[in-house]
T-cell receptor, first 113, second 113 residues
């Protein structure tokens, strides 16, 4: 699986958009980008995933660059409850050990009032 | 409500006393897995199961056993716990068609003295 690089921490003002970057320059054509978050010591929570098109759901938007070497997770109106560690994970779909995700160090997002 | 339920949530035990952490999901998911989370090491997969009676080792299986006799349950067994198994444990499940979209339990914090 391709390696991902994320900034260790970011701040965001409450009510503003939070833009979390992820670099995955060695991503291959059959690898998807997944985003999860973990609020302090709770179980990780799935947010969104995509292959090459931009994706949006009720939680967030995922913007993937045309060359797929990087992506940005956007929380459109961050609240204090969005304070968490955000993980960007690249993973092949359909590999032998599906469901195994490699969680790196992630980005700690601090939403401030 | 769709969920993964783990019990116990908190446990303090002593070296060598066998224990079982239960995991149950109500989403009819085929895939289930166990992770442990330790400071500085992130989340690491212990065991996984692709369906009933099918289990396999993850990255850190030593000292653990699992079974998958029913689709909904995937207990984690520590036959002879040791202090290095003090950790935060998460059970997760997913559908076969979306195996990397995991639903995690709330976690079980285990302390072995």
């Amino acid at each position: 699986d391709a390696k991902t690089t994320q900034p260790p921490s970011m701040d965001c003002a409450e009510g503003r958009a939070a833009n979390l970057p992820c670099n995955h320059s060695t991503i291959s054509g059959n690898e998807y980008v997944y985003w999860y978050r973990q609020i302090h010591s709770q179980g990780p929570q799935y947010i969104i995933h995509g292959l090459k098109n931009n994706e949006t759901n009720e939680m967030a938007s995922l913007i993937i660059t045309e060359d797929r070497k990087s992506s940005t997770l956007i929380l459109p109106h961050a609240t204090l409850r969005d304070t968490a560690v955000y993980y960007c994970i690249v993973r092949v779909v359909g590999s032998s050990n599906t469901g195994k995700l490699i969680f790196g160090q992630g980005t700690t997002l601090q939403v401030k009032p | 409500e769709a969920q993964v339920t783990q019990n116990p949530r908190y446990l303090i035990t002593v070296t060598g006393k066998k224990l079982t952490v239960t995991c149950s999901q109500n989403m009819n998911h085929e895939y289930m897995s166990w992770y442990r989370q330790d400071p500085g090491l992130g989340l690491r997969q212990i065991y996984y199961s692709m369906n009933v009676e099918v289990t396999d080792k993850g990255d850190v299986p030593e000292g653990y056993k699992v079974s998958r006799k029913e689709k909904r349950n995937f207990p984690l067994i520590l036959e002879s716990p040791s202090p290095n198994q003090t950790s935060l444990y998460f059970c997760a499940s997913s559908r076969r068609s979306e195996a990397n979209v995991l639903t995690f339990g709330a976690g079980s914090r285990l302390t072995v003295l």
